[in-house]
C-alpha cells in the first residue's frame, strides 16, 4: 500500500473508531497504581506484560508514594482503575464505602486463594483480591553487622546500635512493627505495651525515619544504617539488583505476614476490564514470576516455588509459613488511627 494511501487509511480508521466509539477501549490504558522503589518494575514484567500477551489489554503501572492517599484524593473522580494497598489500608477502605465490591463469580480465579487473606463485605463480596504476600523481619548491611546479632526481634533496642537503625512512619509502624513486636516480647496486637517497650529502645537507635521505599533502600544500600525492620520483597530485590552487603533476618520469634491487596476505587471506570485483570492476578503463573522477580510470595494454593525461590529466601516455603505471624487486620485497621497519635508521641519524646 502506498505510503500516502497508507496513511490516508490509517487516518480513516482512528476517525470511524472515535466517532463510533469502537476501537479506543482496546487500546485505552487500565492504570494500576503501586509503589515505587523497584515495586513498579515488577508488575510490569510479572503482570502487566503477560495481561497484555493474553488478553491484547494494555496495562500501564504507575508508581506514586501512597497508593492508597491517592485512592482517598481522587475520591469521586478516581484516575486509577486499580490500586494496590496493604491489608489494614484494604480493611479502612472497605469501612468507608470508597472501593467496588464484587461477586466471587466474577474472580473465578480467587477461589484458588486461601479465603484467609481474602477481605469481603459481611455480605461475601470481595473486597479485592489478594495477589501475595511479603514478611516483616529485619534487612542488614553485613558490612555493618552480622546477621545473627538480629536473632531476636529485642536486638534491635541494645545500645550497640545507637544511631545505625532506621524506622518507618508512624503509620506504617502502628500495622507493621507495633503488633509484631508486641507478639515478640509476649503480647499481641490486643496488648501492645510490650511491644511499645521495645519499641522506645528502637526509636532511640533510629538514626533516621525512612520516608520511601527509595529512601530506605539506600540506607541500607549504602550502609548508612545497620539494620532496620523491613519487607522481605523489597532486600529480595535489592539483591535481584546485586546489593550483595543487604540480607533479611527472620528472628527467632517470628515475622510478621503481610498480605497485600489489588481493589478497585469506587466509581472507576471499566469494570469489566478490570475485573480480567484480577482474576489474572490471582492466578499461579503471575505470581510466581513476582516471586522470582521480587520476593512476592504467592498466595494462590496452586503456585510451589521453585528451588533457587526457596535459596534466595533462605528457607523452605513450608518453614517460613511455620514462622509468620498472621494477626487480625481488621482489629489493627480499627485502631489505627488512635495508634498512630501513641506513635507520635512516643518518637517525639525520644527525640
Do not use: C
Amino acid at each position: 500500500m502506498p505510503n500516502l494511501l497508507k496513511a490516508k487509511y490509517i487516518a480513516g480508521v482512528s476517525f470511524l473508531a472515535l466517532a463510533t466509539g469502537i476501537g479506543p477501549a482496546a487500546s485505552e490504558e487500565l492504570l494500576i497504581a503501586t509503589w515505587g522503589g523497584g515495586v513498579e518494575a515488577v508488575w510490569e514484567e510479572a503482570f502487566a506484560k503477560p495481561f497484555k500477551e493474553e488478553t491484547g489489554l494494555d496495562v500501564r503501572i504507575v508508581p506514586v508514594p501512597t497508593p492508597e492517599a491517592q485512592l482517598r484524593t481522587q475520591a469521586g473522580a478516581p484516575q486509577y482503575h486499580a490500586v494496590m494497598v496493604t491489608y489494614p489500608q484494604g480493611a479502612n477502605l472497605l469501612k468507608d464505602g470508597m472501593i467496588e465490591l464484587f461477586d466471587p463469580a466474577d474472580i473465578p480465579t480467587s477461589a484458588e486463594t486461601n479465603p484467609d487473606y481474602l477481605m469481603r463485605s459481611e455480605d461475601g463480596k470481595l473486597a479485592g483480591v489478594s495477589p501475595y504476600f511479603m514478611y516483616y523481619g529485619i534487612a542488614v548491611n553485613t558490612d555493618l553487622a552480622k546477621p545473627e546479632e538480629f536473632s531476636s526481634w529485642s536486638n534491635l533496642g541494645d545500645e550497640k546500635w545507637r544511631d545505625l537503625l532506621a524506622i518507618t512512619r508512624p503509620i506504617y509502624l502502628s500495622s507493621y512493627d507495633l503488633p509484631i513486636m508486641a507478639k515478640a516480647m509476649g503480647g499481641d496486637e490486643r496488648n501492645p505495651e510490650p511491644g511499645l517497650e521495645l519499641l522506645k529502645k528502637v526509636a532511640a537507635n533510629t538514626l533516621t525515619t525512612y520516608s520511601s521505599i527509595a529512601h530506605m533502600n539506600n540506607l541500607l544500600t549504602r550502609g548508612e544504617i545497620a539494620a532496620g525492620p523491613y519487607y522481605s520483597g523489597r532486600v529480595w530485590h535489592l539483591r535481584q539488583q546485586g546489593a550483595e552487603n543487604v540480607t533479611m533476618v527472620a528472628p527467632k520469634e517470628g515475622v510478621l505476614m503481610i498480605p497485600y491487596m489489588l481493589v478497585v476505587p469506587k466509581g472507576a471506570k471499566r469494570l469489566e476490564d478490570t475485573k480480567k485483570f484480577l482474576d489474572f492476578v490471582s492466578k499461579a503463573e503471575p505470581q510466581l514470576r513476582g516471586s522470582i522477580l521480587g520476593g512476592y510470595l504467592p498466595l494462590n494454593s496452586n503456585a510451589v516455588l521453585p528451588p533457587e525461590a526457596e535459596e534466595q529466601m533462605g528457607m523452605t516455603f513450608k518453614e517460613l509459613m511455620e514462622r509468620v505471624y498472621q494477626p487480625d487486620w481488621q482489629y489493627i485497621a480499627e485502631q489505627e488511627r488512635d495508634r498512630i497519635n501513641m506513635l507520635e508521641q512516643l518518637i517525639g519524646a525520644v527525640e
